[in-house]
């Protein structure tokens, strides 16, 4: 039961956010305080649904020149070179 237990908390809160963050280009850090954030606010429908809403900002804030230091915070780019 305790490696069932160690597996389940490794994989919702390294894994998961890990792997997420790199598909959407978007912070693990950032995923995890989304994944936290919505926990607390709407329950289990905000862990859910709170990945894409920040990924939604996060391409609002791409295409937007105001909302670019956003943008930064919110990204995992690891090429600086590219912007």
Do not use: C, K, W, Y
């Given at each position: 039961m305790l490696v069932f237990t160690f597996v389940q908390i490794l994989?919702?809160?390294?894994?998961f956010p890990f792997?997420?963050?790199?598909?959407l280009k978007i912070n693990?850090?950032?995923v995890i305080v989304a994944i936290v954030?919505?926990?607390?606010l709407w329950g289990a429908a905000g862990m859910i649904l709170f990945i894409?809403?920040?990924?939604i900002v996060k391409?609002?804030?791409d295409r937007t020149e105001s909302l670019k230091m956003?943008?930064?915070?919110?990204g995992s780019d690891?090429?600086?070179k590219k912007k």
């Open positions: 994989e919702a809160n390294i894994i792997a997420v963050g790199n598909r693990t850090l950032a954030t919505g926990g607390i894409p809403f920040m990924s391409l609002i804030a956003l943008s930064l915070l919110l690891s090429d600086p």
